[in-house]
């Protein structure tokens, strides 16, 4: 479970942020990564908590708040993942390229329809929590290998985690949005309430999950960013369309190309997954989803192809999408903070004060940061 919601989050965004702040912070993006690796994680177990006490997905906490502010979050969460999965397929066919050589748009074609295998199941569920392990896992060993090979420099990363040389609005909210904005923050919560581990008796687990899921992707993020790290020092400049891709190229010839490959496909794979199943749960609601839930979410990767094969720009839709999710997270988190204290929702449960005034900060943090990061992202699309 932890996995899935951590190879949820490890999509070829997630990458292509890290490789292209990288490049731009150098070390001192291990400050960025270390903030928004806290702020993420305050997120995360706020509204893993409250969701897991209420046995209720996100919408009908929203719903029972204020009546149609679920729907209202359910436009929100749909709209941004959405893009995530136009994102996540860009993703999957540059991860294909790398490997063989196809076209962008048949490889686009190609892995949603991998994708779309693993929904034709009845059997889904467990093949998306087996497949976000073996992936997960895959991922982190082959960016190990690659990382060490590069011979970061540790020392100064050390000291930059705590004083950067340099600070960017932009990049910290395009991680959180990245790590646990939009869908992201639900996919775990939503997977629990589908497994039965909800209510009191099961917090402890519910926590170990978060943690779990978190240290996977920070384990992920500092490994890549560390592996990026070590090309860009050595004064080589990466390819705009492709950083992460060119970072591997860089650092191991054609053989980091085709695990930049492997890597890419592996991580979009996980995230069309993810955001597919995540997107349709907060659609559940409506009794038609729920009894043709597998559909619906056929038809939402089919719909993000086609979309994909017609607009193309991977890379640039990947930011972008993480950087709207990141507007998204204030509303969501603050939802699920002041329904952590309605009786209607989480009963005679009691949430952590010291939980909630840091997931106010966070909110805070991530509407200000976010206002500020529409200028640069206006400016890309403009």
Known sequence: MAFFSATST?????????????????????????????????????????????????????????????????????????????????????????????????????????????????????????????????????????????????????????????????????????????YIVFAGAHRLIDLGIVGEKERAQVDRAAYLSMGVATLVRVLLFLAVLGVVEAGHLLDSSNPAGSAFGVALGDLGYKIFGLVFLAASLTSIVGASYTSVSFLKSFAWVQHHERACIITLIGLSTLIFITIGKPVALLIMAGALNGLVLPITLAVVLIAGYSKNIVGVYRHSKVLAALGWVVVGLSAYLGVLSLKPLIAMFG
């Open 10 to 182: 490890i999509g070829p965004g997630f990458l292509t942020q890290s490789a292209q702040f990288t490049q731009e912070l150098k070390s001192s993006f291990a400050c960025v990564i270390a903030i928004s690796v806290i702020a993420s994680l305050v997120a995360q177990l706020n509204v893993w908590r409250v969701l897991s006490i209420a046995k209720r997905r996100g919408q009908d906490v929203a719903n029972t708040l204020v009546p149609g502010l679920g729907h209202f979050l359910t436009f929100l969460i749909t709209l941004g993942a959405l893009a995530f999965n136009i994102g996540n397929v860009g993703g999957a066919a540059l991860g294909l390229q790398a490997l063989i050589g196809l076209d962008l748009k048949s490889a686009g074609f190609l892995s949603a329809l991998l994708a779309i295998l693993i929904f034709i199941s009845k059997r889904a569920g467990h093949w998306m929590d087996r497949l976000a392990q073996v992936l997960g896992v895959l991922m982190i060993l082959l960016i190990a290998f690659v990382a060490f090979f590069t011979h970061p420099p540790l020392v100064q990363v050390f000291q930059e985690t705590f004083m950067p040389n340099q600070f960017s609005m932009p990049a910290t909210i395009t991680l959180i949005g990245g790590s646990v904005g939009g």
